[in-house]
């Protein structure tokens, strides 16, 4: 089944860029980044920027934004059957236009992957281009905040996604 994803969420002048693969099916029923209640970003981001994680989904968006934080996906449109990253069928893919997005946002600085298979996507479709017109991009992979990925603890995935306080400062 083909799936879109969504826009990014982004204020004027964000310095990180969380990039996902593509959203869950829980996500996409609800319109919003990292919907199910499993998902450990909210809370990881909560705890780390100082806010209620029960806050409505666009409150959360905006403290985001406050601390120069801005979210969107890789791929733009797959087929793909459940939420699971595996199920993904890799020649269905249609990356999001990052090249467009760096123009538009030269502030950014920073990306974050929010797992293995959100880096891998775009090492392979979008970092050739990208590297060449913006050498000065820091990429950085870190845990998946899935549910699927339970090899991991709450606790040691914090520990990990902690390295985004500093480059919002």
């Not at 699971?84 to 990306?111: G, H, K, M, V, W």
């Not at 590297?131 to 709450?154: D, F, H, I, R, V």
């Amino acid at each position: 089944m083909r799936k879109n994803g969504f826009s990014p969420i982004i204020g004027n002048k964000p310095r990180v860029l969380i990039l996902g693969s593509m959203p869950s099916e829980k996500s996409l029923a609800e319109q919003q980044y990292y919907a199910h209640p499993r998902n450990a970003f909210w809370p990881i981001m909560a705890k780390l920027f100082d806010f209620e994680p029960t806050l409505v989904y666009s409150a959360r968006a905006r403290q985001l934004i406050r601390h120069h934080v801005a979210v969107w996906d890789v791929i733009a449109a797959c087929k793909r059957n459940g939420s699971l990253d595996s199920a993904i069928e890799s020649d269905s893919i249609e990356p999001n236009d990052f090249i467009r997005l760096f123009s538009q946002y030269p502030t950014i600085e920073y990306i974050l992957f929010n797992g293995a298979k959100a880096a891998q996507e775009y090492k392979r479709r979008v970092l050739p281009q990208a590297q060449q017109k913006y050498p000065e991009l820091e990429y950085q992979l870190l845990p998946s905040t899935s549910p699927a990925n339970a090899g991991m603890s709450y606790q040691q995935k914090i520990a990990k996604w902690k390295v985004i306080v500093n480059f919002t400062k």
